[in-house]
Structure formats: C-alpha cells, structure tokens
C-alpha cells in the first residue's frame, strides 16, 4: 500500500512538479495528453459551428486534404519503411551493429518522408480502397456462415437497459 | 486529437444509421475492421524479412526509433493481425504489436466494438449546459481511468527505460493503453451529437462541401439523413 502511494505520488509530482523540472520531452507530453482533449474538443467543435473561420478554410487547404487522405497509410508504413531505408543505408551493419552505431542524421527524415508518402499513395490506392470492398464481402460471407441472428438480439435488451438508465438519470437530476 | 476526430467524424457519419440490432452492431463492426485491415496488413508483410534478420543476428526492427522492443514472434503476430494487442495484457500493448503504430489502430477498433452500445443511448438533444456537463463527466472518467491505470501498474515498471529517465515512463503507460481512449471516444460522440444537433447539414451547402472534405470516409454527410 505504501508503495503503491509513493508510486501515484510519483505520477503527480512527475505530471505536474515534473514539468517545470524536466522541462520537455515525455513528462511535458503525458500533461497535454491529460490536460488537452476538452480544449481539442472545443476546437473541433468549433469547426462545426464555424465553417467559413480561417483555421477551417486552413485545414482545408488541399496539400492538407491530401495528406489526410493519405494520412492512415503514412501512419502505417513510416515505421517499415524508415527500417528499410536504415537497412539500405548501412546494408547488414544495421542487424549486426548496436543501435547507436547504426543511428540515421537528422536531415534524413525528408528522403524518407518523401519515399514513405509515395509508397503510401500506392498502398492506397492499390491495396487500401480497392481491397476495402472485396474483405467487408468475405468477411459478410464467412461470418453468415457461422453466426445465425434468429435468437433474440442482446444488444436490444442492452440498449433499452442503457436508455433506461439514462432516462432515470435525467428524470432524477 | 485522433480519438476525439474519429469519433465525432463516425457519430455524424452514422448516427443517422444505428440501430438497435446485434445485425447492424456486426455488420458496423465489419465495415470498419474491413477498412483499416487490408493496409496493416500489407504494412505488417513488410516485417517478414525482419523475423528472419532478427532470428539471424538477435536484433529486432525497432533500432533507435522506438523506446521499447517488440516481441516478434508468431503470436505477435497474429494480435497485430487482428488487432488484438493491447487488449489484455495492460501495460504491453504497445511491446506486443510487431508494428509497433498498431497501438492506435488496436484502441481504435476497441472503441469501434463500444461505439453499437453507446450511440443509441447517447443519441439525444441536449442544451448547452448538459453538453459541458457529459463532457466534463466524461473528461474526469478519463483522468480517473489514467490514475487507476498507474496505481495498478506493476511497481516500477519503466517500460525499458533506464531510471535515470526519472519516471517519464509514466508517458507510455498512459498513452499506449487502449481501456483510457474509451471515454475520450464518448466525449467525441457527444460533441458529435451536439454537432448534429447544431450543424445545419440540410440547411447550408458550404456545411456539407465542408464536412465532406473532412468525412471523406462518411459518404452519410453528402445527403440528407433520413
């Protein structure tokens, strides 16, 4: 029990003590990660509401659009395909040498940038939305054959027991 | 940012299509694991000559980018594959994903799996004042989420980090989980609810040319919701 005291003492005094000490890097990171969805929240409300405000008609600039778009591949692949540009570069050095011997410079960041956007356009539109169709239709097929929904759906009694209690709630406070 | 976009974007793009059906719970859940899974899984192929380097010669993909290192086995894997990762073992979701970015897709679709459950009841008309109510309850589940995660984490895990971080594992912990990313997923579908509520969809053109830029995944904006 102590220590699980002086571990949460830990957590507060690294998120807000831990701040003003460390300065960046993950501990200023974890208190806008705690501190920051309402005021995200706002803001993406706010777009909503305000469509014609600069900050919209700015994130809807079409380089933005475009990124967003292919957002999800970039995500998905910059991690492969730095490790593959850092296997190229110093060939099988990388697998055999430590970490730091094998560590890329900064400036390396925009050739990977640029070939891990080209291989995400690729992916998607060549594997990402085509594909999208054929596994929601596989996927349809093969769960038909093994789940049947003739039985009583428990997601109906689940959800008039939700709006029940939200009922409740409302009408009580 | 991620959590609360996508699930204010997905509120507004099928809140007018729920229904109260395991059918439809099913079907929805389908529709989007079919939409994020063909991508990580041509990402994930591109790990294969990584097992075999690391079987060789003992080191693992992650190198320098990442703080902590994967366990590439075929277990791993499979989780990745099916983005199950994360789910069960607390505090190595992230550890556990051969693709080490999974972890957002993997919280992702555990909120999708919530997503049938909670839009129907939530799917109402509030004033203002219940709108900043819900979201201040549900900001303060999170913070509370956040804490019990940390009070039952393993005694000082560091995540791999070496103690002269001086705790900044603390950062991980929390952000790779996937069970604290459900209430900021309720914060975004209120607030997408009370977009709804507010935004005339039907009324103003220059709305829907908008939100369709942004929903380009939620083809729902582009006509009127029946």
Known sequence: MVLRVQQLSLFVKETIVGYTIHGAGYTLRLDLELALPPVFMLWLYSFTQAPTCLAYRWCCWKPFLLMGKYSFCIYLLHFPIITYYAWARFGIEYWKTSSDATRLYAWEIIPCFLIVSAVAMFVHHFIEEPSRDITYKALSKISSIFIKWDSEPLLVLINRTCTKAVSFINATV | ?226
């Open chain 2, 1 to 226: 940012m991620f959590f609360l976009m996508s699930c204010m974007l997905l509120t507004i793009g099928y809140a007018c299509r729920a229904e109260a059906s395991l059918l439809w719970a099913w079907d929805f859940i389908l529709m989007r694991f079919s939409l994020l899974a063909p991508s990580c899984w041509f990402a994930l192929s591109l790990f294969i000559p990584f097992i075999f380097m690391q079987r060789q010669y003992g080191k693992n993909s992650v190198g320098d980018y990442y703080m902590t290192e994967t366990n590439e086995n075929i277990t791993s894997m499979l989780g990745s594959m099916f983005f199950l990762n994360g789910w069960t073992d607390l505090y190595q979701g992230v550890g556990n994903n051969y693709n080490l970015v999974l972890w957002s897709t993997t919280a992702q679709l555990y909120c999708y799996l919530w997503f049938p459950l909670l839009v129907l009841p939530l799917h109402t008309v509030r004033n203002t004042a219940r709108f900043i109510g819900e979201v201040l309850s549900f900001y303060s589940l999170y913070l509370f989420v956040s804490l019990l995660l940390f009070w039952w984490a393993p005694l000082h895990y560091t995540f791999g980090y070496s103690i002269t971080y001086q705790g900044q594992y603390n950062y991980p912990l929390l952000h790779f989980n996937v069970h604290n990313k459900v209430p900021l997923f309720l914060i975004g579908v209120v607030a997408g609810f009370q977009a709804l509520t507010n935004m005339s969809v039907v009324k103003s053109e220059l709305y829907t040319l908008r939100w369709s830029y942004v929903c380009n995944s939620s083809p729902c904006l582009s006509r009127k919701p029946s």
